[in-house]
Every structure is written in structure tokens, then in C-alpha cells.
């Protein structure tokens, strides 16, 4: 079996130590812990680098064979299964299983089942579908949303909002980036935050807001809450992520408390900004004061219902693909953090759809090398009305997800 940590035999031990370093600069950044000297972390457990031989491919082969039908497009064939390698798979296995073997289960584990399913496409030369769109040439709906990103910018550097004045106000260092620097290379990886209803109070933490995932030319989407639902510990009021872009890398959330979540995104270098509202509203009435830098705000994974105290949270049980298609995850998607990892009829629970966006942020990029950035923009209803075929991609996304 070919899973995280897996390495093929011929590896030499200069290599795997190579790719150890990498693997905790790209996922770590400054969050340096010991046993990322010689292991890594799946999800809720440690892999040490293990040597695999006998198996029907190669790691190398497998790897060759990810990048030739679309799923690994900018993949390194160094015969080590690492975290990139392992998303690749797992893409290609969720592929399967929303094209016609709905019985596979997206787990990362190369064995005969996902092996003869390969042997089968390299026979037909089949490819994924989407392969036919990159970062050179962007389906039509991916034009789309990138043009909501540029007219948004310009809008925001002419006439700011009371909050983007509140950013360009702020001198410090952050991750949050001033409208006119705002970065749309489609050769990046972005993702779009949709906050509806801006203002108005809810009664409770509703994800009833869309995500976009711009990668590699392709449009995914994904629903959640980019709103705070209670109040941290010992805080007096509510923090809203500010609008605009902002940067993320991967990383952990939940630090320090032992049982450690792998695939969250989290502020790149320290902390992005959030204004502060006493409710739930947050309202013009709440520009008074200067914008704050907050580096607890992720962009992570949370059960419906859930809460969160500023974060950025994304549900598990769907996503839309590029071909508009809703992909119901619910079968393996958890119903919280304890269920991750345990068996629920027969299938091992994870974070569902927001597992694929992670493997698709890991394994779809590098048209630029080493960018590990997730370039994050968080707009309103009305910035998408900008474009009218994004808008109606956003109608139909909602309407599909049972949130319109």
C-alpha cells in the first residue's frame, strides 16, 4: 500500500532528508516542532518515511502517471509519497467516485483497487476533464470570477469603503494586503470568500456563504460562514475579518492543545487585520476605531452546526465542480472533531469537501515554483454583481448548496 510517508526503495537518504526540510519550510513556516525533523502529519496521526518495494507501482509510477491525467500538473516524480503526492492521489480517487464508482472512497491510500483503476486509464488514455483548462487558459467561468477580483480592485483603490480606509490607515505589518497591491496572477492560487448579507445580524453562525476556489484555470465552490458566531474567551467584542485580500499558507489549527488538525490555513506571517463590532452587525458604526492585526483568524474546517470566534469556516458535505456538478460528500464528511479519523458505516470520516480543497490547493499548484501562498479576497454580495455571468455562477452555487 502506498500512502503519506511512503518512499520508493531506491530513494537515496539525501533525498528524503531534502524533502523532510521542505515539507516543514512549505507547511510550518516558523511553527517548528520536533518530530517534523523526521516525520509527518496525516491527519490526527505521525508518518515516519517508510520504504515500500512489491507494490504493483511504483511511487515514482504513480506519481508520473498523477501528472500525465491531470491531477498532479506541476508534480515532482521523486518517488516519496508526500503530502503533495498524497493529495494528488486522493483527488484522483474522488474523481472516481463522482464519475460513475461512487463505492470509492477518497482516502489517499494507493492500493489494487485505485492501481487497476489506473491501469485502466493508462489502456484508454483517459484524462481528467478538466485537464483542458490551466492557468494559461481559464475556463470561461473562471474568467469570470477574476474579472469581479480586477473590477473590485479598481472600485477599492478610486473609492475606498470606511473599512478598506481603515487598511490603508494601517502601518504596521500584516497579512492583509492594501487594495492597490492586491495580487489576481492567475497562475496563483486564490480563493474567494462571499460574505452575504453584510450587516445584518444573525441569530446564530448560518453557512450560508459561498467559497470560490480559483486554481490552475479551474472553479470550485464550497459553502461555509466568513463571519464570527460567539466571542473568544475574555473578549468584549466580535472580530470580522476585514474585506480584501489577504495571505494564508497552510499550517494547524487548534496549536497547543496535543491533538493537533492538519490542513488549515493560517496567516502567513503573523496576523491579518479585523475590525471589532459589540454584535453580530457589524455596521458603519463600528469604523470608529483602527483596524487590529489578529493572528488566531483561519481559514479552516467546522461541522454545520458549528461556531467560530472570527475564523473563516468551511462546511464538509458539498462542493460544486467545474462542470457545475453538486458533489455530495456527506457519507464521509464528520459530524466533528472527535468523529475525524473513525468509521461511520463502514467509511472513515474526514473533513469531506474541504479535504479536496486542501488537496487541490496542494496538489494543483506550482505554475509558479515554491508559491505555497493561498491568495484569500473576501467580498460582498455586491462586489460579485459586477460581473453578471459570475453572478449567476454565485445564484445558481447557493441555490444549489440549499442557502439562496
Request: contains cysteine; hydrophobic residues 40%.
Amino acid at each position: 500500500m502506498v500512502e503519506l510517508g511512503a518512499f520508493d526503495d531506491d530513494v537515496a537518504l539525501t533525498a528524503r532528508q531534502t524533502y523532510l526540510t521542505n515539507a516543514r519550510q512549505l507547511m510550518l513556516g516558523t511553527d517548528v516542532v520536533p518530530f517534523f525533523q523526521t516525520q509527518l502529519r496525516g491527519e490526527g496521526e505521525w508518518k515516519s518515511l517508510t520504504p515500500v518495494s512489491g507494490e504493483p507501482m511504483k511511487v515514482v509510477d504513480i506519481q508520473r502517471f498523477l501528472t500525465a491525467t491531470g491531477f498532479f500538473p506541476f508534480g515532482k516524480a521523486d518517488g516519496i509519497c508526500g503530502y503533495r503526492t498524497t493529495s494528488a492521489i486522493r483527488l484522483f480517487q474522488e474523481y472516481l467516485r463522482t464519475h460513475g464508482l461512487p463505492a470509492f472512497a477518497p482516502d489517499g491510500k494507493w492500493g489494487p483497487k485505485t492501481t487497476a483503476q489506473a491501469r485502466a486509464w493508462q489502456t484508454a488514455g483517459t484524462t481528467a476533464d478538466w485537464a483542458q483548462w490551466s492557468s494559461d487558459r481559464p475556463s470561461p467561468e473562471c474568467v469570470a470570477w477574476l474579472s469581479v477580483l480586477a473590477q473590485t480592485q479598481a472600485a477599492s483603490v478610486a473609492s475606498p469603503t470606511p473599512m478598506l480606509a481603515l487598511v490603508n490607515r494601517f502601518t504596521s505589518a500584516s497579512d492583509t494586503v492594501k487594495p492597490a497591491d492586491w495580487d489576481f496572477d492567475p497562475k496563483k492560487t486564490h480563493l474567494l470568500g462571499i460574505r452575504r448579507n453584510e450587516g445584518v445580524a444573525k441569530p446564530a453562525q448560518v453557512m450560508d456563504d459561498l467559497f470560490v476556489l480559483l486554481i490552475n484555470g479551474l472553479v470550485f465552490k464550497f459553502v461555509g460562514s466568513t463571519e464570527p458566531g460567539v466571542l473568544a474567551d475574555g473578549a468584549k467584542a466580535y472580530p470580522f475579518l476585514v474585506p480584501g485580500q489577504h495571505r494564508f499558507r497552510f499550517g494547524w489549527h487548534k496549536q497547543g492543545d496535543g491533538k493537533k488538525i492538519f490542513q488549515a490555513l493560517k496567516p502567513a506571517t503573523g496576523g491579518v487585520l479585523v475590525v471589532r463590532s459589540k454584535d453580530l452587525a457589524l455596521t458603519a458604526g463600528d469604523l470608529t476605531a483602527q483596524a487590529e492585526r489578529n493572528g488566531s483568524i483561519n481559514v479552516h474546517w467546522g461541522p454545520d452546526p458549528t461556531w467560530s470566534a472570527g475564523c473563516q469556516i468551511m462546511q464538509g458535505r458539498a462542493y460544486i465542480d467545474p462542470d457545475g456538478a453538486l458533489r455530495d460528500c456527506s457519507a464521509f464528511s464528520a459530524t466533528g472533531y472527535a468523529a475525524l479519523g473513525t468509521k461511520r458505516n463502514g467509511v472513515v470520516q474526514t473533513k469531506g469537501a474541504y479535504t479536496l480543497l486542501a488537496d487541490l490547493a496542494t496538489a494543483l499548484s506550482g505554475a509558479i515554483p515554491n508559491d505555497s501562498l493561498v491568495h484569500y479576497t473576501l467580498l460582498s454580495d455586491q462586489d460579485v454583481a459586477r460581473d453578471a455571468t459570475a453572478a449567476q455562477h454565485a445564484r445558481d452555487a447557493l441555490q444549489r448548496f440549499g442557502t439562496a
